[in-house]
């Protein structure tokens, strides 16, 4: 079973930026890819940014540029570099873990941006 924390939520002005980490605990192995998901209020749940296995990156169009993902084996964390935020990317932000066995979610953790 994997567990999954996401942290580094908050409140921050349009122009800003915030850093995310999802941490990864319990039996661990290896994964296909780990994802970023935004959900903004009234909507569906959407990827944000992704990174596999083999280091492949993939940005959603409305990040590009602004947003950068990465991951420390070590430490069995993928962080979400967040800059030039706007209102538009309030919301909860999600960490999925995709693995052989399934998927795995964290709890979320709430970014808001004020304009």
């Known amino acids: 079973q994997v567990r999954l924390v996401e942290s580094g939520g908050g409140l921050v002005q349009a122009g800003g930026s915030r850093r995310l980490s999802c941490a990864a605990s319990?039996?661990?192995?290896?994964?296909?890819?780990i994802g970023w998901y935004q959900q903004a209020p009234g909507k569906q749940r959407e990827l944000v940014a992704s990174?596999?296995?083999?280091?492949?990156?993939h940005y959603a169009v409305s990040v590009k540029g602004r947003f950068t993902i990465s991951r420390d084996n070590a430490k069995n964390t993928v962080a979400l570099q967040m800059n030039s935020l706007r209102p538009d990317d309030t919301g909860m932000y999600y960490c999925?873990?995709?693995?052989?066995?399934?998927?795995?979610w964290g709890q979320g953790t709430q970014v808001t941006v004020s304009s």
């Open positions: 999925r873990r995709t693995t052989a066995l399934g998927d795995y």
């Open positions: 319990g039996v661990i192995g290896s994964f296909k890819d």
């Open positions: 990174i596999s296995s083999g280091g492949n990156i």
